[in-house]
C-alpha cells in the first residue's frame, strides 16, 4: 500500500508559479513511477505530467509542456510539480498518483492516488 499527499497548491495570478509536492509513504518510492493529474470543475480528470522511477524519463500533457516540469527526489520519498506561466485554464484539483516504475499517461494504470491539491489561478 502506498499514502501519498499532496500540498503547495493555492491562489495565483495569471502569469505566476506554483510548485506541488507529492510525499508517499509505505512502500520503496524508488520503485514506483509517478503521475500528476488534474480535474476542472465539470471536466474529466486529465493527465498533466508523469516520471518514471528513476527520474529519466518523463511525459507531459500538450497543454502544459514548456510551462509544467515534474521531479523526483528519492531521498525525500517527494515527487514535484513546477508550474510556470499559469494560466486560467489550468484551475483545477491536482491529484498526484503512482504505479509500478514505468510512465504511463492514462489514468487507468495508476494504482495509487492522493486527495488532490486545489489549484486557481486568478485572470
Known amino acids: 500500500q502506498v499514502q501519498l499527499v499532496e500540498s503547495g497548491g493555492g491562489l495565483v495570478q495569471t502569469g505566476g508559479s506554483l510548485r506541488l509536492s507529492c510525499a508517499a509513504s509505505?512502500?520503496?518510492?524508488?520503485?514506483?513511477?509517478m503521475g500528476w493529474f488534474r480535474q476542472a470543475p465539470g471536466k474529466e480528470r486529465e493527465f498533466v505530467a508523469a516520471?518514471?522511477?528513476?527520474?529519466?524519463?518523463?511525459a507531459y500533457a500538450d497543454s502544459v509542456k514548456g510551462r509544467f516540469t515534474i521531479s523526483r527526489d528519492n531521498v525525500k520519498n517527494t515527487a514535484y510539480l513546477q508550474m510556470n506561466s499559469l494560466e486560467p485554464e489550468d484551475t483545477a484539483l491536482y491529484y498526484c498518483?503512482?504505479?509500478?516504475?514505468?510512465?504511463?499517461?492514462?489514468?487507468?494504470?495508476?494504482?495509487?492516488w492522493g486527495q488532490g491539491t486545489q489549484v486557481t489561478v486568478s485572470s
Open positions: 509505505g512502500r520503496t518510492f524508488s520503485n514506483l513511477a
Open positions: 516520471i518514471n522511477w528513476s527520474g529519466g524519463t518523463a
Open positions: 498518483a503512482a504505479r509500478s516504475r514505468l510512465v504511463r499517461t492514462t489514468e487507468l494504470e495508476y494504482i495509487y
